[in-house]
Nanobody, 126 residues
Framework: VQLVESGGGLVQAGESLTLSCAVS????????MGWFRQAPGKEREFVAG????????SYAESLKGRCTISRDNAKNTVLLQMNSLKPVDTAVYYC????????????????????WGEGTQVTVSS
C-alpha cells in the first residue's frame, strides 16, 4: 500500500489547513488510519486516529478541539482538518495505515502502524 500526503504549507497563526492522504494498493477499508507529526529535534507524536469505518476517532490532547480527522472509504482518502493553528504546530505531518481487525477502534501508538507516507511540511508563522 502507498500513502501520499498533500496539503501542507506555510500559514499564519490562527489560520486553518486541511491535510489529505491518498491511499492506494490495497482495500482502504481494511486499515485504521492515523496522523502523526514530528517537529525538529522531537520525537514523532500522535495527532489523530480513525477506525476502519470512520465511526470512531481519537485526538492528541494538544490538538483536541482544533482538528478533525475523517475518511472517505470510497475515495481512499483520509483528511486532517486543523484550525486555529499555532507556531508549536509546525512539524512534518505523516499519514499512517495499520492493517487491523474490524474490532480495533483507534490506534495511537506509532509502532502499531504498518505503512507510512513521506510526510508533508506544515509551518505556522507567528
Amino acid at each position: 500500500v502507498q500513502l501520499v500526503e498533500s496539503g501542507g504549507g506555510l500559514v499564519q497563526a490562527g489560520e486553518s489547513l486541511t491535510l489529505s492522504c491518498a491511499v492506494s494498493g490495497r482495500a482502504f477499508g481494511d486499515y485504521v488510519m492515523g496522523w502523526f507529526r514530528q517537529a525538529p529535534g522531537k520525537e514523532r507524536e500522535f495527532v489523530a486516529g480513525i477506525n476502519r469505518d470512520g465511526g470512531r476517532t481519537s485526538y492528541a490532547e494538544s490538538l483536541k478541539g482544533r482538528c478533525t480527522i475523517s475518511r472517505d472509504n470510497a475515495k481512499n482518502t483520509v483528511l486532517l482538518q486543523m484550525n486555529s493553528l499555532k507556531p508549536v504546530d509546525t512539524a512534518v505531518y505523516y499519514c499512517a495505515a495499520g492493517l487491523r481487525p474490524l474490532s480495533v477502534v483507534v490506534v495511537t501508538d506509532a509502532a502499531e502502524y504498518d505503512e507510512w507516507g513521506e510526510g508533508t511540511q506544515v509551518t505556522v508563522s507567528s
